[in-house]
C-alpha cells in the first residue's frame, strides 16, 4: 500500500472525502472519498487542499495539488498536473505531459493531452480536444473543436 486514510475527514458537496497520509514517509496528502479515487500504484498523489471524489481516477504519475478538484467520472494520469483552483469533472479526461492551472475548468467529455498548459479562466466542455504543444488562457473551446498547435494561445 502506497497511503492510508488518517483519521481525518470532512463533508464536501455531499461526499465524505478522507485525508490520505504516505505511508513510505508520512506525509500528508490531500483528500479522496474513496480508494478507488486514487490508485495504489506508481507515483500518483493528490496534496494541499486538493480533493478527489465520485467516481473520479487519479492514477500513473499525475499529480493533483492546491485547491484542485476532480470529480464526477473523470480520469487524469500520465504526467499530469492540476494545480491552484483547477476542476476537472464530468468524463473530462486530462493525460500525458498536461498542466492545468489557476481556475482552469475541463468537463463534459473534453479531453486535454499532450503537453499542453491550460490556465487563467480557461474552460474546456463538450467534446473538445486541446492537445500539442501549447498554452492556453482566458478561452472558452466547446463543442467538438480541436485545438493542435505548437503556439499559445492567449486571448
Same mark, same amino acid.
Given at each position: 500500500?502506497?497511503? #492510508?486514510? /488518517?483519521?481525518e475527514t470532512m463533508n464536501w458537496n455531499g461526499h465524505l472525502l478522507h485525508r490520505i497520509k504516505r505511508i513510505q &514517509?508520512? +506525509?500528508?496528502?490531500?483528500?479522496?472519498? #474513496?480508494? &478507488? @479515487?486514487?490508485?495504489?500504484?506508481?507515483?500518483?498523489? +493528490?496534496?494541499?487542499?486538493? #480533493?478527489?471524489?465520485?467516481? $473520479?481516477q487519479v492514477h500513473e504519475n499525475a499529480e493533483i495539488s492546491g485547491n484542485a478538484q476532480v470529480y464526477d467520472n473523470?480520469? +487524469? =494520469? *500520465? @504526467?499530469?498536473?492540476?494545480?491552484?483552483? $483547477?476542476? %476537472?469533472?464530468?468524463?473530462?479526461?486530462?493525460?500525458?505531459?498536461?498542466?492545468? =492551472?489557476?481556475? $482552469? %475548468?475541463?468537463?463534459?467529455? $473534453?479531453? +486535454? =493531452? *499532450?503537453? /499542453?498548459? %491550460?490556465?487563467?479562466?480557461?474552460?474546456?466542455?463538450?467534446?473538445? #480536444?486541446?492537445?500539442?504543444? !501549447? !498554452?492556453?488562457?482566458? %478561452?472558452?473551446?466547446? *463543442? !467538438?473543436?480541436?485545438?493542435?498547435?505548437?503556439?499559445?494561445?492567449?486571448?
Open positions: 500500500m502506497k497511503y #492510508k486514510f /488518517t483519521e &514517509d508520512g +506525509v500528508i496528502g490531500g483528500w479522496i472519498e #474513496k480508494q &478507488d @479515487n486514487l490508485s495504489q500504484r506508481s507515483d500518483c498523489w +493528490v496534496s494541499d487542499e486538493a #480533493k478527489v471524489f465520485g467516481n $473520479a473523470a480520469k +487524469v =494520469y *500520465g @504526467n499530469s498536473r492540476i494545480l491552484d483552483k $483547477a476542476k %476537472i469533472y464530468d468524463n473530462a479526461q486530462v493525460f500525458d505531459d498536461a498542466k492545468l =492551472y489557476s481556475n $482552469a %475548468i475541463i468537463c463534459d467529455n $473534453a479531453k +486535454v =493531452y *499532450g503537453n /499542453t498548459n %491550460i490556465g487563467m479562466d480557461t474552460i474546456i466542455r463538450g467534446n473538445a #480536444k486541446v492537445f500539442g504543444n !501549447t !498554452t492556453v488562457e482566458d %478561452i472558452i473551446i466547446q *463543442g !467538438t473543436e480541436r485545438i493542435s498547435c505548437d503556439e499559445d494561445l492567449n486571448i
